[in-house]
């Protein structure tokens, strides 16, 4: 079937409705059945590739087989498979082959693997970098361009083309992905609205997520950009200053960043219906938009966030100390990496919500509220010996302080993996008082390494004391941090949907389809890091590693208390 009748067949399908007339006469015919088509469409989907990728492909491939080709790696790229290659950003990887456009394999040191082609920027002779080189193949004349160390350009020393350079890409890629917003808005969600009997506007919001909202914020993002931009002279431009002036909503892209792992599920749910699959795809073709799936579409404001610390790190590099620009440029750098730097954290925190409601699920006899209706974060866990007025009798347990509120748990006697609810305190409510080793006044008894909890009022008060002076100060510090953590979640604004809640613990419950089972939490301590089962021979992977491509933040984040204290769980496994 030809390029037009296919889009025809589509529209005649889909029922993507146009802003004019069509005439869709016959087209069912011209393709034949819809399993037909269908089947087409599956089986061809690399036919209707935009111009100039098999070309490129081309270049890098022979460039690869002389062996003069290196990749930087822009991201960390985190694997728990050992069929992938893992790195940190700025590693230097070989690259063995390239034939697939959107997985490489490499080499590292000594290991090899696949590899995401979009973590790592490719490189000619360890220099020049791969879109100028083949640029240079496409066009250049010769003797056009001069080494990477003389001068560039009409008269431009290096320092100051390669800062033209790199402004012309921000400025570039600006405008693409404005382009890339307003396709995907007026492409898709345009067609979706008018299809109600397709979808609703709680499947758009969980599909698009707050994406209409990010092209707003960017259009004028790039407007305050061509402001600064010096077209003649692009190294003068001092677009530093526009960074700074709307870092704050560059925020929105949290709440984005956050759903898209409920975007991919939803997206992948619909897409197993044909009369999806059709309808998407007659949206991309009716807006010429080039050939990637919607959720390739959808995952790049997630690398777009991530992108500008890498830029801003580039432009600085490449900015004299002396320039008007150096300044607003070095705080701009801080300022984009402090926004990666939140939306990873806040990710983070939507990520540990399953692990801690499979937690709550494997506790014995819990009682009360989930614990996801006030809390989102495991600060610190340990065992102490509580004592509580009036008996004051001790009595050992395992504690658990999260957000908000402190759980405590008492092991089994025999199974020591099992841990059965014993009550909570709400740390809205209590102060934590460090208490002196002697006799203690409200107990009347000698305490040591001990801290207490109370009530404003001091009608309610326990007492918490651990085996050793340090596990005393370490958990007088994790109270610190619960308090600390509090106040920066309200003045961030960090929330838990309900609906975020309640899809953590049917999570949790359908991982356990045979009742509530004994040691399950084993499940929960084991490292995260740990590889999944070996393959025999190295497969392609299906997809993109999507979770994975927010993980840039430049420094990396401190590794979190979550993992920290689950890795120390020790006593809980057999």
Request: net charge neutral.
């Amino acid at each position: 079937a030809s390029h037009q009748s296919f889009i025809g067949a589509f529209w005649s399908h889909s029922l993507v409705i146009t802003d004019g007339p069509q005439d869709k006469s016959g087209l069912v015919d011209e393709v034949g059945s819809e399993d037909d088509l269908y089947n087409e469409f599956r089986s061809s989907s690399n036919r209707f590739r935009h111009p100039g990728g098999g070309g490129e492909q081309l270049a890098i491939n022979e460039l690869i087989s002389d062996g003069s080709v290196c990749a930087e790696a822009l991201w960390d790229h985190v694997t728990m498979d050992d069929q992938e290659l893992g790195f940190k950003a700025g590693d230097v990887i070989e690259v063995v082959d390239a034939t697939n456009k959107e997985w490489w394999w490499g080499r590292v040191l000594d290991s090899e693997g696949w590899f995401p082609a979009s973590f790592v920027r490719l490189r000619v002779n360890q220099d020049e970098p791969m879109e100028e080189y083949l640029a240079h193949l496409d066009g250049a004349s010769e003797g056009g361009r001069a080494s990477m160390g003389g001068p560039l350009g009409p008269g431009l020393p290096c320092k100051e083309q390669m800062r033209a350079n790199v402004i012309n890409e921000i400025m570039n890629t600006e405008r693409d992905y404005i382009k890339h917003l307003k396709d995907i808005c007026e492409g898709y969600i345009k067609q979706c609205r008018k299809r109600t009997d397709m979808f609703t506007e709680e499947q758009l919001r969980t599909i698009f997520g707050n994406i209409d909202e990010l092209y707003r914020f960017q259009k004028k993002f790039l407007k305050a950009l061509e402001k600064k931009f010096n077209k003649d002279h692009p190294h003068l431009s001092e677009i530093g200053s526009c960074f700074l002036e709307h870092q704050t909503n560059f925020q929105i892209y949290s709440e984005y960043c956050n759903n898209h792992p409920n975007a991919c599920v939803q997206l992948s749910k619909v897409m197993k219906i044909k009369k999806y699959v059709f309808f998407f795809e007659a949206c991309r073709l009716l807006q010429k938009m080039i050939d990637i799936s919607l959720d390739g579409f959808l995952l790049t404001p997630v690398q777009k966030i991530c992108k500008y610390p890498l830029q801003l790190a580039e432009l600085l590099k490449y900015t004299n100390p002396q320039h008007r620009d150096y300044k607003d440029v070095e705080a701009a750098l801080n300022a984009m990496k402090n926004v990666a730097r939140l939306i990873n954290e806040r990710k983070r925190r939507l990520e540990n919500i399953d692990k801690i409601a499979q937690w709550q699920s494997s506790i014995e006899d819990w009682e009360g509220e989930d614990i996801l209706s006030r809390s989102s974060d495991l600060i610190f866990s340990g065992d102490l010996t509580k004592i509580s007025q009036p008996q004051a009798k001790g009595q050992q347990r395992m504690f658990f302080l999260f957000d908000h509120q402190l759980v405590f748990c008492k092991k089994d006697l025999l199974r020591r993996d099992i841990l059965y609810y014993k009550g909570r305190l709400d740390m809205d409510q209590m102060q934590v008082v460090d208490v002196e080793d002697g006799k203690d006044k409200d107990f009347n008894m000698s305490v040591k390494n001990a801290l207490k909890l109370c009530s404003p009022g001091g009608e309610e008060v326990h007492l918490l004391c651990a085996k050793k002076p340090e596990q005393k100060q370490r958990w007088l510090r994790a109270f610190a941090d619960e308090r600390e953590q509090v106040q920066h979640d309200l003045e961030t604004g960090f929330t838990i949907t309900e609906v975020q809640k309640k899809q953590a613990m049917l999570n949790a419950s359908k991982s356990h389809p045979t009742g509530k089972p004994k040691g399950e939490f084993q499940l929960f301590v084991m490292p995260y890091y740990d590889f999944l089962l070996r393959q025999k021979h190295p497969t392609l992977p299906t997809s993109l590693p999507q979770q994975q491509v927010i993980m840039l933040a430049e420094p990396k984040r401190k590794t979190s208390n979550f993992w920290h204290n689950i890795g120390r769980l020790t006593p809980f496994k057999k």
